[in-house]
């Protein structure tokens, strides 16, 4: 039990310092790479009914969906083989993207 606390706070951690990182990426170029996101979740995040909206979600939630559909872990349709086109840098500056949008 004690090692799957310290495994949560360490990818806790990791998260946290993945998303500050993204702070130093251009805003426009993470605001492009969001854009891959308009077909299924809405401009800037904000969804159509039946659809999962990102705008102001939690960046560091965002992330650790994103890693999760990316290593397998979540189970997907899609989302699976979309993740793994992106690195860990642009996952976190996408989610900081949508994190700082309006609901």
């Known amino acids: 039990m004690k090692m799957i606390h310290k495994a949560w706070t360490l990818a806790a951690l990791l998260l946290t310092l993945c998303v500050s990182h993204a702070q130093g990426v251009d805003p426009a170029q993470a605001r492009s ?12 995040g904000q969804a159509q009914p039946g659809m999962e909206s990102l705008a102001g979600a939690n960046a560091a939630d965002l992330v650790k969906k994103m890693q999760d559909f990316k290593a397998g872990r979540k189970p997907a349709t899609i989302m699976h083989q979309l993740s793994k086109g992106y690195s ?4 976190a500056a996408i989610a900081t993207y949508f994190a700082a949008q309006k609901k």
Do not use: K, S, Y
């Open 33 to 44: 790479w969001a854009a891959g996101c308009a077909n299924c979740h809405g401009t800037n």
């Open 88 to 91: 860990d840098e642009q996952i």
